[in-house]
């Protein structure tokens, strides 16, 4: 039997059973008003006995409610739609009449509420239960409609919820999935570029470049699925960067990482920090002459997880800048930490007394699953 069918054989048997469970306990209730009544007037009967009456009395209208779904179902009231449904619940209240009776009948359950007396089988019987209950039935069915229709206008409130909940998720994952396309071919032609650069004056170091390239291209491809990854495997992406950079600048270009244990495993989105660095290169060291050092930290501190890129570049407002968000990088950074986190994050980038720039990234720290379990 296939999963769909299973769920909604087990769907169909849970509601048999509520709809049973609230008759019996609305027929045992009216049973226990029936024997203090009883008490009170003068005329007694057995607790068990009247609870016994009601609840069969009860059961006809769980009987009763199935119908009633299907119809409610079938004859949807909405604000476009009114005329049609009013009509087929009028006809099912003549029919909801006509059935209580019959099954009354059929069942030899008529009973003469004030005797307890069983009434004969008869038409005239069924007639006599139409008349004497017709203010009841009509009462009943139209409180018995107004309750499924509420929990049907309830149940599509929550389906409406949750596929609008689900497009917002998909529609979040497609941005993160453009942001991350867009990382590729940004990071491919700025180390493209580089290595054209090079070739005019080492084409060995140039070769080398392209090699280290296709390497980088593979680990950033297998991984362009993920919306996050370890810090560890992270930073594994950007020192080989680093090293592609460093073939690039030569002596140039010196990096120094102070990365904190702790904050290996912490999940961080993917290809975050490699934008950072690369737009540090870019407009910080490239604009030095002698080069300058690029330094890498992460540090775990109240719940969050700090990142900083440090550079000897100058903040400078002359050519495009990091600072005024107008490289695709940190654009795209921010808005894929804003897709991630809401509000939940910093990035700043300030100038340094002592010369250089350095950037902030602060985002809230989370492990894998197993590192949470083994923290716990």
């Known amino acids: 039997m296939a999963l769909g069918e299973r769920q909604d054989r087990r769907s169909s048997f849970l509601l048999v059973l509520a709809v049973l469970g609230i008759w019996v306990f609305l027929g045992t209730l009216l049973g226990i008003q029936a024997y203090l009544n009883g ?17 069969r009395r009860y059961l006809v209208y769980a009987v009763l409610t199935f119908p009633g779904l299907w119809l409610c179902r079938r004859f949807p009231f909405t604000s476009q739609r009114w005329a049609v449904p009013l009509l087929a619940h009028a006809i099912g209240l003549l029919a909801f009449i006509v059935l209580y009776a019959a099954i009354r009948v059929l ?8 005797t307890l007396e069983r009434v004969p089988s008869s038409v005239e019987t069924a007639k006599i239960i139409m008349r004497s209950s017709l203010f009841e039935q009509f009462w009943m069915y139209w409180s018995m409609m107004t309750a499924i229709l509420a929990i049907q206008h309830y149940r599509q409130l929550r389906q409406r919820e949750r596929r609008e909940a689900e497009l917002k998720r998909q529609m979040a994952e497609y941005e993160l999935q453009v942001l991350k396309l867009q990382l590729h071919p940004h990071f491919l032609f700025n180390t493209l570029n580089g290595i054209a650069t090079l070739m005019s004056r080492d084409v060995k170091a140039a070769r ?6 296709s390497e980088l291209l593979r680990i950033a491809l297998a991984r362009s699925a993920d919306n996050e990854v370890s810090l560890r495997d992270e930073l594994a992406f950007v020192k080989a960067y680093l090293e592609l950079e460093q073939m690039r600048f030569g002596e140039r270009l010196i990096v120094q990482l102070e990365i904190e244990p702790a904050t290996l495993d912490a999940q961080v989105p993917n290809m975050i920090i490699q934008p950072l660095v690369e737009n540090a290169i870019q407009y910080g060291i490239a604009l030095i002459r002698g080069g300058g ?19 000897d570049g100058p903040l400078s407002a002359d050519g495009p800048h990091p600072m005024k968000g107008s490289g695709i990088g940190l654009a795209n950074t921010r808005a894929r930490l804003g897709q991630l986190y809401g509000e939940d994050y910093r990035l700043q980038i300030v100038s340094r007394s002592e010369g250089g720039v350095e950037l902030h990234l602060e985002i809230p720290f989370h492990g894998s699953a197993g590192t949470a379990e083994c923290e716990a």
Not at 107 to 114: G, I, K, R
Not at 293 to 307: F, K, P, S, V, Y
């Open 39 to 55: 008490s009170d007037g003068g005329t007694p009967l057995l607790l068990g006995t009247a609870i016994s009456v009601s609840v």
């Open 107 to 114: 069942t030899l359950s008529a009973v003469n509420w004030s």
């Open 293 to 311: 050092t690029i330094m890498l930290e992460t540090a775990r501190q109240d719940g969050r997880l700090r990142i900083r890129v440090v550079n």
């Open 208 to 213: 080398e470049m392209l090699v280290r390239l």
